[in-house]
């Protein structure tokens, strides 16, 4: 099973590798580079919220600072792309582990509600200070690249995944962090530092998601409050990760996918109702944790355990009546 899992990967990263070679469609290019940034923005959610068990409702917030981070040392400080995009990330990681200290000592709802008024607090002070440009946002130089920028957010995004995926299902962290989601109480009784292991985990999920705000801003040429800091960037994040299924990685890169779809097709051909988007966003969210509590990943995966499950059971133990007519055809 592993053999194949690694195949698979292997075949859809040569391909994905291919494809700025064999087209030139800057429209395509990009439509797939920003499913990209979600599919990185999805997964980064679900390390805190999914694995650790905490919802993070100001993931956004590690976004707009990777993208302002990355605006002024450009434009205010000369820095180049390459030395401000990791910077980006560094800023991103700092800022969590510092807003982690006190709000990861909150539990469920609270911490939900803290997160949010940090993305709050966040967008408020990049309204009025003059370094960010306010509520008119910031422009980057242009760099017409869609094959540039195509190549290093499926790099960024490969590593994030194969990082994740290292950290969460093969390292003892990933242990670790599970155990905090389903008992705190008895990961502390194990002599695990709850604390400390929910700072990194809340550190882990940032930086990715500061670098990716970095890219999307050289990428975008204009940033302002607004774009990098609204709430829809964490609500599509959320939908995404809780759609695919929480507590995987497979699962937020399909939601992520379907999602993104769903959100080009309609901002194409509805474009006119956009209040409309949120309210299916609601809906989608609604009926997923009703109706899919594990998400389309965790369901598809289960349904399948079960069916594999139930065809072991009925081969080891088959049924009393096929025994019986076997014992008859015997006897005549």
Do not use: C
Request: charged share 10%.
């Amino acid at each position: 099973m592993r053999h194949r899992n690694i195949v698979w990967f292997a075949s859809i990263l040569s391909i994905l590798l291919i494809l700025p070679v064999i087209t030139d469609d800057a429209f395509v290019l990009r439509i797939i580079t920003e499913a990209f940034m979600w599919i990185g923005l999805a997964i980064a959610w679900d390390v805190l919220a999914g694995y650790t068990g905490y919802l993070n409702f100001g993931h956004g917030v590690f976004f707009g600072i990777g993208a302002y981070t990355t605006a002024i040392l450009m434009m205010r400080s000369g820095w180049s792309f390459p030395f401000a995009l990791p910077a980006a990330g560094a800023v991103a990681g700092i800022v969590a582990l510092f807003a982690g200290l006190p709000t990861l000592r909150l539990k469920g709802a609270y911490f939900a509600i803290a997160t949010w008024a940090l993305s709050r607090a966040v967008q408020q002070v990049a309204l009025v200070l003059e370094v960010t440009g306010g509520p008119d946002g910031m422009r980057l130089p242009p760099f017409l690249n869609p094959k540039f920028f195509y190549m290093l957010m499926l790099g960024i995004v490969t590593a994030t995944f194969l990082l994740y995926w290292f950290l969460m299902e093969r390292a003892s962290f990933g242990l670790k962090v599970r155990a905090i989601r389903e008992d705190e109480s008895g990961a502390m009784a194990l002599g695990l530092n709850p604390t400390k292991i929910k700072i990194q985990a809340f550190i882990l999920s940032a930086v990715p998601t500061g670098i990716l705000g970095g890219m999307y801003a050289y990428w975008i040429t204009f940033i302002d409050p607004a774009s990098v800091l609204g709430d829809l960037v964490t609500d599509q994040a959320v939908v995404m990760a809780v759609f695919g299924g929480l507590g995987t990685l497979l699962g937020p890169v399909i939601g992520a996918i379907l999602i993104f779809l769903f959100k080009t097709y309609f901002w194409a051909y509805l474009s006119d109702y956009q209040v409309l988007y949120l309210i299916i966003l609601g809906l989608l969210i609604a009926v997923s944790v009703i109706f899919m509590p594990n998400g389309l990943w965790g369901t598809m995966t289960g349904y399948a355990g079960a069916r594999q499950a139930l065809r072991k059971g009925l081969a080891l133990n088959p049924p009393a009546g096929n025994d019986t007519e076997k014992g008859d055809k015997s006897h005549e």
